[in-house]
């Protein structure tokens, strides 16, 4: 399975828009890890009668309202977003792929009801499903709101996945492990999962970009990453009232926030690309 | 035929029914009920609690709470709003709807107008620049958080240059005996930052969608005869090629017709515009449950009706779907 990845990583470098996408990811990885270090504190005690201050030798991007190092804030806010994109997108595919997989192997009843279910949650738009989990936290603790966002972005991975492993299930491989003895879990994991690591890979790619957006959002209406954790989209929130006197304060969250959703747009673009080559 | 649409309309049901349990349950998972929520930020007194639990029935068990919400959600009584507390939470919805729609509406036009052509024109010019470009910067728009996108061209357009309003449908200082042009110029003027925002970001799906569903029909050999017969470049893009590749579109435009209704919570919130999206906002400040609920199974609603109608569709255009 790591060789399939490891193969798909590479067919995207070969794609010109993949390779930026790589590049200012890793960039971006980099950054967020090596992050605070020689930065002013981006949870310096706020000042807001110094209050924002242009960008300058001091502050390279400036510095929001509460007089805080933008620059310093994004980096930050880089690591909490890409940790929480991460970790939430990982839960929804793990979730996503064992559903699909039992869905699809074991048919009858428990695939009627998973996929009931599955429709069912489909349905409802995810921003609302968030809002209503979100507001069950008067400050939704960082923990719970990743998980959160991964118990909700499942449920189109499983539908996928479960597709997947109807074609699959008859195809002689399969059969024959089945013949020779091997368990249903057996089959399931070491025969059908790697077989589907294709779609999951595409999915978990374009459900990061999904869910960074998302984070930003709900950051941005209240309900995300609380302050004084920076986020980008809770940046924005922050610098809304001061958008004239000091646009830096919410352009730089923005195009932080762009650069790194088209990147991950990008690289799994050129992977979807890898695997259906007729849709390039 | 006439057994599928049925069959299609019980599933729709069925979906709807497992909505309904899947919203109920997602208010239960926290612990108290929903109305300790509310007395977190307000003064209430334990008498008032009990009273106000009485009001929303949340003092008698669990099951037959669930009983009277399938019974409420089923004649359309979705419970009565905490922030706008004693409006219901149907006729909150049902006031925000057309201001929805208006908006919703607008972008879908220039999705389904420009989107398509552009998306037509893409597939034509296959690995051209312009097809680079165009894919580059849909890809790009796609990208783009709604609600910066907003604040951004509020300041340019509104505060910087004091082009356009930033804020509201209407101008509130309109007299309301003000001749049908001006009304309507000053509705317009309110309606571009919206629908500018929101095009933006969404446009790139609709020419996509459009770019794929043409390229799969333009390698047919159809296509080609078309137009060796003589046929005007015209006449092959739309009338032959176009059609056949409608079908995606038509999915396309079943998953957006929740839009319409819900609009954009985001967009909508930032220009004051007076939707049901807003009102989500609004609800999410006040904590207001019971209301961002029956958003909720609003929009879902929506959705099911949104892909029952894409499937007719598909079925009144493909005569082999018919046959099924």
Redesign the interface.
């Known amino acids: 399975m790591t060789g399939s990845i490891w193969s798909a990583l590479q067919r995207a470098w070969r794609d010109p ?1 993949g390779r930026v996408g790589i590049v200012v990811l890793v960039g971006l990885v980099l950054a967020a890890l090596l992050g605070p270090f020689g930065l002013p504190d981006p949870l310096a005690a706020p000042n807001p009668i110094a209050g924002a201050q242009p960008p300058g030798p001091d502050h390279l991007l400036g510095t929001d309202p509460l007089s805080r190092d933008v620059f310093a804030r994004l980096v930050t806010g880089a690591r909490i977003s890409l940790t929480v994109a991460g970790l939430a997108v990982l839960l929804a595919v793990t979730i996503g792929a064992a559903v699909g997989i039992l869905a699809g192997y074991l048919g009858g009843i428990v695939d009627s009801v998973l996929m ?2 599955v ?3 489909m ?3 995810r ?3 968030l ?3 979100t ?2 936290w ?1 400050r939704i603790p960082l923990a719970a709101f990743i998980l959160v966002i991964g118990l909700t972005g499942w449920f189109g991975t499983s539908r996928l996945v479960r597709g997947e492993v109807l074609r699959l299930r008859s195809a002689e491989f399969v059969q024959a492990a089945g013949a020779l003895g091997a368990s249903s879990a057996r089959v399931m994991l070491r025969h059908l999962f790697p077989n589907a690591t294709g779609p999951i890979l595409v999915a978990a790619t374009l459900g990061v ?1 999904e869910v960074i ?1 998302l984070e ?2 709900l950051s ?4 995300g990453v609380q302050p004084p954790t920076p986020s980008w ?1 809770g940046m ?1 929130l922050d610098a ?1 009232s001061v ?2 006197t000091a ?1 830096w304060a ?2 730089f ?2 195009l932080a ?2 650069m790194t ?2 990147a991950v ?2 690289i799994g ?1 050129a992977l979807q690309s890898g695997f259906d080559p ?2 390039a | 035929m006439i057994r599928w649409l049925l069959r299609r309309l019980a599933q729709a049901v ?6 309904t ?3 109920f349950l ?2 239960r ?2 612990p108290g009920d929903p109305l300790a ?1 509310l007395v ?1 930020q307000r003064r209430v007194s334990p008498e008032e609690l009990s009273l106000l639990r009485a009001r929303f029935g949340l003092d008698q068990p669990i099951g037959q709470q669930l009983g009277q919400f399938l019974q409420g959600v089923s004649s359309g009584d979705l419970g009565v709003s905490i922030a706008h507390y004693p409006d219901q939470v149907s006729t909150l919805l049902w006031t925000r709807l057309g201001p929805s729609v208006l908006l919703g509406g607008t972008v879908l036009l220039i999705n389904f107008t420009l989107g398509v052509w552009l998306g037509v024109f893409q597939a034509e010019r296959r690995g051209s620049r312009w097809d680079r470009w165009l894919t ?1 910067l849909s ?2 728009g ?8 907003a ?2 061209l ?2 340019i357009f509104s ?2 240059w004091h082009w356009l309003p930033a804020t509201q449908m209407t101008d509130p200082l309109l007299s309301g005996s003000a001749p049908l042009a001006t009304k309507a110029i000053d509705l317009v003027r309110h309606l571009i930052l919206p629908v500018l925002t929101l095009s933006l970001v969404s446009l790139a799906s609709a020419m996509r969608y459009q770019r ?1 569903a043409m ?2 029909v333009l390698r047919l050999d159809f296509v080609r005869a078309a137009a060796a017969r003589g046929l005007t470049p015209g006449q092959v893009r739309w009338r032959h090629a176009w059609r056949n590749a409608l079908f995606p579109m038509l999915t396309l435009l079943g998953l957006w017709i ?1 839009f319409l209704v ?1 609009g954009s ?2 967009v909508e ?1 930032i220009f004051n515009w007076p939707g049901i999206g807003a009102l ?2 609004e609800a ?1 400040l006040g ?1 207001d ?1 019971p209301l ?2 029956g ?2 199974m609003l ?2 609603a929506v ?2 009706l949104g892909n029952l109608l894409a499937d007719v569709g598909h079925l009144l255009l493909d005569p082999r779907v018919r046959a099924t």
Do not use: C, K
């Open positions: 828009g009931r279910l429709d069912g949650a349905a409802i738009p921003l609302f499903i809002l209503l989990l507001l069950v008067e970009g957006l930003a959002g941005f209406l209240g309900v989209g924005i809304r958008l004239m646009p919410a352009v969250p923005g926030i762009v959703v088209l747009n990008l673009d007729r849709s | 069925a979906t709807f029914l497992v909505v349990l899947l919203l997602l208010m998972v926290a929520r977190d580059r890809l790009t796609y990208s783009v958080p709604s609600f910066w996108l604040l951004i509020v300041a505060l910087h794929t390229l799969e929740p819900t919570v985001f919130a989500a906002a999410i904590r449950y961002l609920q958003t909720a929009a879902a959705v099911l």
